[in-house]
């Protein structure tokens, strides 16, 4: 950044500081419209997200048979088992896919519709994804289904990038933590409910499964009818729009207060702040040796989060409650102890990580799930037997679940408030993880310097999403192939991220950026001199100005475009 940005930055700092001490409490901050606007773009948004995630565990066995009546129909012999799995694991793991494309579409979107308005258009694919894949089984069309569930992953990278934007531009500062917190709540709120209305009671039978997907028009609906009562981003309006008036309305609508002048003057000064960062693209970023190995580090961290067996669970977990042994009758409602261990996790996970730091949480969460792996394994081996080990074996997933939640996936949303006031661009990104915002977002953020962190996004999202395609796609395969031991696979990978983690990666808690670069020169092959021309001035700088300028490009729009 060029030197004549640092007196707006600090100026920003100084009233940052001097609005916590003169704001109001965090409870008056929280008004009518703000609470309406994030429920509402929550349950259209990452409801849905999280909802479509389970909501292909419930029905798999009678989608395959209509897979398989389809097939029949059409070419006069049932369909083989190795096709049938393969069209069943592309249907599950195709949303993924759609989630990525949503995802690098939604930047121009954004720009040029605002937050608000691009989260209604985003309904459009929402109920068409919902009449396809109800209307499948009608239709005697299984493609249905599956375009359904491209469009549908669409509708979710989309939303999962423009809400956090809307959210963190319309919200006070004091409580934009909390804010994001409702989003990654809904998220887990909507896995469970998945599992809740797959139950035989509701629509897990053979002739409502249908009503599963139908059922996503509701929450697509809620937010067409109350989001256009609720104003657009004011800090949209205000640098995209340059509508003063209308931002000074949406302010005062969202804050509850008539003076909003510092909100306005804030938002000018971080867009002149922001202005002076030139951004690096991705080929840039990649060929700059001093962070070669952070650059190295997200992949591999972002590689086994998604790659640790907790996406194969929310996908397949009636098949894998099956495998160990759990009567048929009874597994829908063991799984819903999946989906309330992660709803509890995400209410109370966020407590940790400034305790105990970014290192001991990844590498002990990948530990801990290595165990539970290996006893599962050991569970499922002998559970023919020993009558009690199908108990075990649920005791283990569970654990593997709340495992994965304290460590790698742990919300970070209460970090964030503390350290950038902002929901940070790790949020931004999450949507090209599943929107969670675990720790391997926090670290991508931590690592790189403001002008590299969009390019660094991407490639850490871009991992996320394909990694977790991969899983959707190939367990089905790997179950079959290895049967009890399948899950030794996923106990490698943490294995191997753990080590990796163990020798590679610096503890970043309380350090500046400075610090973290200094703890990877070695590695790098660079000296330290040569570790801090790589750095604008600005990275030197206090650390207190670094998350001032840190959260200038978070909320400055144009940055935010550039991650997705």
């Known amino acids: 950044m060029e030197p004549a940005a640092a007196p707006e930055a600090d100026t920003l700092v100084a009233r940052e500081a001097g609005g916590r001490c003169a704001g109001r409490s965090a409870s008056s901050n929280w008004s009518g419209s703000l ?48 096709t049938l799995t393969l069209l069943w694991s592309v249907t599950v793991s195709i949303f993924a896919i759609g989630g990525l494309v949503g995802a690098i579409i939604v930047t121009p979107i954004v720009k040029f519709f605002g937050r608000k308005c691009t989260l209604l258009l985003n309904n459009v694919f929402a109920v068409t994804a919902a009449i396809l894949m109800s209307l499948s089984q009608l239709a005697g069309s299984f493609e249905m289904l599956i375009l359904g569930r491209i469009i549908m992953g669409v509708d979710a990278g989309i939303s999962l990038s423009a809400l956090p934007m809307y959210l963190s531009e319309i919200s006070p500062k004091e409580i934009r933590g909390s804010l994001g917190q409702v989003t990654a709540i809904f998220i887990c709120v909507g896995v469970f409910m998945g599992q809740v209305l797959g139950l035989p009671e509701i629509f897990g039978t053979e002739s409502r499964w249908p009503f599963l997907f139908g059922v996503i028009v509701v929450p697509a609906l809620v937010q ?122 995400a209410v109370s996970s966020g407590l940790v990580i400034e305790r105990l730091g970014r290192r001991p949480l990844l590498i002990g969460g990948f530990g801990l799930m290595i165990v539970f792996f290996a006893v599962l394994t050991v569970s499922l081996t002998l559970q023919n037997n020993v009558t009690w080990l199908p108990y075990l074996s649920i005791f283990c997933i569970l654990a593997i679940i709340a495992s994965f939640c304290i460590g790698p996936e742990n919300r970070v949303f209460e970090l964030l408030r503390k350290r950038y006031n902002r929901i940070a661009l ?85 350090k500046t950026l400075s610090e973290i670069s200094h703890a990877f020169a070695k590695r790098n092959k660079v000296s330290l001199e040569m570790q801090e021309m790589n750095h604008y001035p600005e990275e030197r700088k206090s650390s207190a100005e670094q998350e001032s300028n840190f959260t200038s490009s978070v909320d400055n729009g144009e940055t935010k475009h550039a991650i997705v």
């Not at 509402?40 to 398989?68: E, H, M, Q, R, W």
């Open 35 to 82: 609470i309406l606007a994030s429920l509402t773009g929550a349950f259209g948004s990452s409801f849905l997200y999280g909802y479509n995630l389970s909501v292909v565990n419930a029905p798999a066995v009678y989608i395959k048979k209509f897979y398989n009546e389809t097939w029949e129909r059409r070419y006069g012999f049932s369909v083989d088992e190795s």
């Open 224 to 345: 067409i009818v109350i989001l256009p009562f609720l104003p657009e981003s004011p800090r949209y309006l205000l640098l995209e729009k340059h509508n003063t008036s209308k931002a000074e309305k949406a302010f005062q609508t969202f804050l509850r207060k008539d003076d909003v002048s510092q909100e306005v003057e804030e938002v000018l000064a971080e867009s002149r702040v922001q202005r002076n960062t030139k951004l690096v693209s991705v080929l840039q970023l990649l060929r700059t040796r001093a962070v070669r190995w952070q650059v190295i580090t997200v992949v591999v961290t972002m590689g086994c989060y998604q790659l640790c067996g907790l996406n194969a669970i929310w996908y397949y977990t009636n098949n894998i409650f099956s495998e160990a042994g759990i009567n048929s009758k009874t597994i829908p409602y063991v799984t819903l102890s999946t989906g309330a261990v992660e709803t509890l996790a």
């Open 426 to 510: 790790c949020m931004v990104a999450s949507p090209l993880n599943f929107g969670d915002g675990g720790i391997p977002f926090v670290l991508t953020g931590e690592f790189f310097q403001q002008s590299q962190r969009p390019a660094a996004f991407m490639v850490a999202g871009t991992v996320n999403w394909l990694c977790n395609f991969a899983v959707g796609l190939l367990f089905p395969f790997i179950q079959s192939g290895l049967q009890n031991y399948c899950f030794l696979v996923f106990a490698a990978i943490c294995f191997a991220g753990a080590t990796y983690l163990f020798f590679v990666l610096p503890e970043t808690k309380n």
